[in-house]
C-alpha cells in the first residue's frame, strides 16, 4: 500500500464482516504454529511502517486510544473495532492516517504485550484477523494514470518449494505470449518480500507444489499484502488441488488450476488493473 492510500474512502461494514470472516477462517484452517507465524508476521510488517514527510494527519490518537483500539481489535464484538475505523474516517482522517496513525501503533502495543505475556495467543490472532480485515476493507483508493505498454507480472516460487518445473514453464510460455516476466525462485521470505517490495509489480503468481507449502504460502501473501503497493496476486500449482480450502481462506484475488486458463486469468487482471491501477481485488482479506 501505498502513499496514494492518503484518498478519503467510506468504510464498508459488511465488506469488512466479510473479510474478518475470511481472515478467521485461514487461521481456523492453519495449524497453530502456522498462526503464530502468520500472526508474527502481520504485526511485525505493519508495526514496522513510518510515517512519510507528506502525510499530515488529522489527529495523532493518544496513547490511551491507541490501547483502546487494541482493545477494540480483541473484544467479542468485531464491530467495535470497526466503528473506531468509521469514526476516525468521520472525524477527518484519511486512510493513510489509519495505516500509520492507529493500526500501525495498534500493532506495535499488541505485540508488546504478546511479548509481556499480557494477552493470550488467541487474543492476538483474533485482533490480527480484524487489522488484516480492516486494511483489506480500506485498500480502495485512486486511479494515479500509470504508462505501461507491456504486460508485466512476476512470477515466483514460494519460499522453501523445491518443485519449481510448473512455475518455470509458465513463465516461459508467458514470455512466449509477449509478456515480460520476472521469475523469482530460491529466494528465502525476507528476501523475496523485499524483492517484491522493491519491483512494485502490479501483478503477482505465486505457485506451490501442495499442501506442505500452505502455511508458506499464508506468511507470504499476509507479507505482501501489507508492503507491496495494492498487488493483484494468484495462486496456483498443486496446492490449488491439495488444500483449496486453505487456499480460498488466504484470498488471492485468483485461482489458476490449469495452465491453459492462467493467461486469460492474467489478462483480465491485467486490463483491471491498468483500467484503475490503484483499486485492489476485492475478492478476499
Known sequence: MSSST???VDFCRD???????RAASLFSALPPEAVRSVAEEALVRLAARSKTPDQKPAKTPSPTEISELCQALMSADPGTAAQRVQDALAG?????DVYLQH???AARQLGAWWSDDQVSFVQVTVATARIFAIL????????PPRMHTTRTAVFAAVPGETHTLGVRMAADLFRRKGWDIRLEIGLPH?????RMTAMEPLLIGLSAAGAHAASSLARLVVALRMTVPAPLIVVSGQIVIEARDIVEAISPDAIVSEMDE??????GLWDERIACPGQAGRPGA
Request: aromatic share 6%.
Open 6 to 8: 492518503s484518498q478519503r
Open 15 to 21: 465488506e469488512y464482516e466479510q473479510a474478518s470472516g
Open 92 to 96: 477527518g482522517a484519511t486512510v493513510a
Open 103 to 105: 493500526l500501525a501503533p
Open 136 to 143: 483489506r476493507t480500506l485498500d480502495v483508493v485512486g486511479c
Open 190 to 194: 525476507d528476501a523475496l518480500v523485499d
Open 262 to 267: 492462467a493467461e486469460a486469468v492474467f489478462t
